[in-house]
């Protein structure tokens, strides 16, 4: 039976779809949570299946593998402070002396701190590059008033501690219109570039090795990236960019961030992932058009109310696909991603790696220098970690073994 789908049913039926990787027989099973260890994974599946692997015939196939990166991929925390070096740098070269790598993550929290006394919801919606930005600006300003007060205390004759708010006043408004914004964003944009080139340098063992050994098992596979962060692996030229097909990140999906961190916070509310997810799911759709060349016209009837309606009917070659996402977070990669019908590898690697998500959100623990997290949102993320521990698939504690567990899965999933 010859099935088509057009570009159009793909974009706008696609919210509707609960899971584009359930098989057509109504008797699928799905699986149950499965933690293996890495010794058995690697011991029992690598040894003692790889000889009959090739008489085994796989009936899944992967089609889409997505990722989180920042401490699944590489250490965060080494590259945020490489960041936060970066923009130190940044600001001594337009003048901007006498500050350190923190100064910006403290006054990004105090920036938070502020706008949740006055509106709660839209200081957790705020995104990380908002607060940066907010965070750079401020410092700019702080140092532009205090040259400026001191130039009229030297007028006056007097020191800065004494002038009054008649002076003052007018200075601090003036300091705030003095700042260039080309200036913050060339900034920003030294900050990100030290970002992705730290995060280069810094890529968890075993990494590039995985991927390469995935493309080649599974040279259609479409892999992509789903983060919170404004990483993008298409921009690490060196290491991860010849792999990635996609990147979807929480700061371009403002609607569903807004909405989620708004239920995070608020008493009622029950936060929701799906949106991101979707929105990959909703990319890989395209991607995987354009790979298996369907071409169909764009229907005449598009926004009549029967082409709105049509329920997104994928092609047969789709139905034995399985989605797999990676990722370190339990809240944020194993639940939101199983939500939307993937199967999840839960990668949780030696202290020694550096990752940072399983003391990240524990109240008792002293959180990361560079976090901004309220209290409130970490409570409220232990509660979704809880939850999201049965919908672990597998979990790893090295990425050498990530192309060992995706077999699994594609064996197990039947």
Same mark, same amino acid.
């Given at each position: 039976?010859?099935?088509?789908?057009?570009?159009?049913?793909?974009?706008?039926?696609?919210?509707?779809? +609960?899971?584009?990787?359930?098989?057509?027989?109504?008797?699928?099973?799905?699986?149950?949570?499965?933690?293996?260890?890495?010794?058995?994974?690697?011991?029992?599946?690598?040894?003692?299946? /790889?000889?009959?692997?090739?008489?085994?015939?796989?009936?899944?196939?992967?089609?889409?593998?997505?990722?989180?990166?920042?401490?699944?991929? %590489?250490?965060?925390?080494? @590259? @945020?402070?490489?960041?936060? /070096?970066?923009?130190?740098?940044? !600001?001594?070269?337009?003048?901007?002396?006498?500050?350190?790598?923190?100064? !910006?993550?403290?006054?990004?929290?105090?920036?938070?701190?502020?706008?949740?006394?006055?509106?709660?919801?839209?200081?957790?919606?705020?995104?990380?590059?908002?607060?940066?930005?907010?965070?750079?600006?401020?410092?700019?300003?702080?140092?532009?008033?205090?040259?400026?007060?001191?130039?009229?205390?030297?007028?006056?004759?007097?020191?800065?501690?004494?002038?009054?708010?008649?002076?003052?006043?007018?200075?601090?408004?003036?300091?705030?219109?003095?700042?260039?914004?080309?200036?913050?964003?060339? @900034?920003? +944009?030294?900050?990100?570039?030290?970002?992705?080139?730290?995060?280069?340098?810094?890529?968890?063992?075993?990494?590039?090795?995985?991927?390469?050994?995935? #493309?080649?098992?599974?040279?259609?596979?479409?892999?992509?990236?789903?983060?919170?962060?404004?990483?993008?692996?298409?921009?690490?030229?060196?290491?991860?960019?010849? %792999?990635?097909? =996609?990147?979807?990140?929480?700061?371009?999906?403002?609607?569903?961030?807004?909405?989620? =961190?708004?239920?995070?916070?608020?008493?009622?509310?029950?936060?929701?992932?799906?949106?991101?997810?979707?929105?990959?799911?909703?990319?890989?759709?395209?991607? #995987?058009?354009?790979?298996?060349?369907?071409?169909?016209? #764009?229907?005449?009837?598009?926004?009549?109310?029967?082409?709105?309606?049509?329920?997104?009917?994928?092609?047969?070659?789709?139905?034995?696909?399985?989605?797999?996402?990676?990722?370190?977070d339990l809240a944020f990669d194993v639940g939101g991603s199983a939500a939307c019908g993937a199967k999840?590898?839960?990668?949780?690697?030696?202290?020694? !790696?550096?990752?940072?998500?399983?003391?990240?959100?524990?109240?008792?623990? $002293?959180?990361?220098?560079?976090?901004?997290?309220?209290?409130?949102?970490?409570?409220?993320?232990?509660? !979704?970690?809880?939850?999201?521990?049965?919908?672990?698939?597998?979990?790893?504690?090295?990425? $050498?073994?990530?192309?060992?567990?995706?077999?699994?899965?594609?064996?197990?999933?039947?």
């Amino acid at each position: 039976m010859k099935l088509s789908v057009t570009l159009f049913q793909l974009i706008t039926a696609f919210s509707g779809v +609960t899971n584009a990787f359930v098989p057509r027989s109504s008797n699928h099973r799905q699986t149950h949570a499965v933690t293996i260890s890495t010794s058995t994974l690697y011991a029992e599946t690598a040894v003692s299946d /790889a000889s009959s692997a090739s008489s085994k015939p796989t009936v899944q196939n992967i089609g889409l593998l997505t990722f989180d990166l920042d401490d699944t991929l %590489y250490p965060i925390d080494q @590259v @945020v402070n490489d960041a936060n /070096a970066a923009f130190v740098t940044a !600001m001594e070269r337009f003048g901007f002396e006498g500050l350190d790598a923190f100064d !910006m993550v403290n006054t990004g929290k105090i920036i938070r701190d502020e706008l949740s006394a006055t509106d709660p919801e839209k200081a957790a919606a705020l995104t990380h590059t908002e607060v940066r930005e907010l965070a750079i600006r401020r410092e700019m300003e702080k140092i532009i008033l205090a040259r400026k007060l001191q130039e009229c205390a030297d007028d006056w004759a007097t020191p800065v501690e004494d002038l009054s708010p008649i002076v003052r006043k007018p200075a601090e408004q003036w300091a705030k219109g003095a700042v260039s914004e080309s200036v913050v964003q060339q @900034v920003l +944009t030294a900050w990100e570039m030290e970002r992705h080139h730290s995060a280069e340098r810094h890529i968890f063992p075993g990494v590039i090795d995985a991927l390469k050994q995935i #493309k080649k098992e599974h040279p259609d596979v479409i892999i992509g990236a789903v983060t919170d962060g404004k990483a993008n692996p298409q921009l690490m030229t060196f290491t991860l960019a010849p %792999y990635f097909d =996609f990147c979807m990140s929480w700061e371009d999906e403002q609607g569903g961030r807004q909405k989620f =961190f708004a239920d995070l916070n608020g008493v009622e509310g029950t936060p929701e992932l799906t949106w991101i997810y979707d929105a990959a799911r909703h990319k890989y759709a395209i991607l #995987k058009e354009a790979q298996s060349g369907i071409n169909a016209a #764009k229907p005449s009837g598009i926004g009549s109310e029967e082409s709105a309606i049509k329920p997104l009917v994928w092609p047969e070659s789709y139905d034995d696909l399985v989605w797999v996402h990676v990722g370190d977070d339990l809240a944020f990669d194993v639940g939101g991603s199983a939500a939307c019908g993937a199967k999840t590898i839960l990668v949780e690697l030696p202290k020694s !790696m550096g990752q940072t998500a399983p003391f990240r959100f524990d109240t008792s623990i $002293e959180q990361p220098t560079w976090a901004t997290t309220s209290k409130s949102e970490l409570e409220a993320r232990i509660k !979704m970690n809880e939850a999201a521990r049965e919908h672990v698939t597998v979990e790893i504690n090295t990425l $050498e073994r990530l192309p060992i567990a995706i077999d699994q899965i594609l064996r197990d999933d039947l």
